[in-house]
């Protein structure tokens, strides 16, 4: 079984920074892609960033130039600095994996963060 520890969430203000983390253990060869994804009320889940094992990067339109993920392969962690944080990057953000293990590639996610930015 693979589980994924998500930390980091909370309030801020407008204009602040949070960072997120996630730490994936169990049962696992390797890792491909680590990304998050956010989904707000009444929204659908949607990309916020992924990051291949080979370090190729892709961002939501509306995080480029504010958030940045960052992984380690040795400990299986995957952060999402996060500045300038608007209002509307409010939500629940999830940790998601696509992970090889003993019977193929699997795909995991978090349990889920709330990050709320106040106006």
């Known amino acids: 079984q693979v589980q994924l520890v998500e930390s980091g969430g909370g309030l801020v203000q407008a204009g602040g920074s949070l960072r997120l983390s996630c730490a994936a253990s169990?049962?696992?060869?390797?890792?491909?892609?680590m990304g998050w994804y956010r989904q707000a009320p009444g929204k659908q889940r949607e990309l916020v960033a992924s990051?291949?094992?080979?370090?190729?990067?892709n961002y939501g339109d509306s995080v480029k130039g504010r958030f940045t993920i960052s992984r380690d392969n040795a400990k299986n962690t995957v952060d999402l600095q996060m500045n300038s944080l608007k209002p509307e990057d409010t939500g629940v953000y999830y940790c998601?994996?696509?992970?090889?293990?003993?019977?193929?590639?699997?795909?995991?996610w978090g349990q889920g963060t709330q990050v709320t930015v106040s106006s």
């Open positions: 998601n994996i696509y992970a090889w293990l003993p019977g193929g590639e699997h795909n995991y």
């Open positions: 169990g049962s696992i060869f390797s890792i491909n892609v």
């Open positions: 990051i291949t094992s080979g370090g190729r990067i």
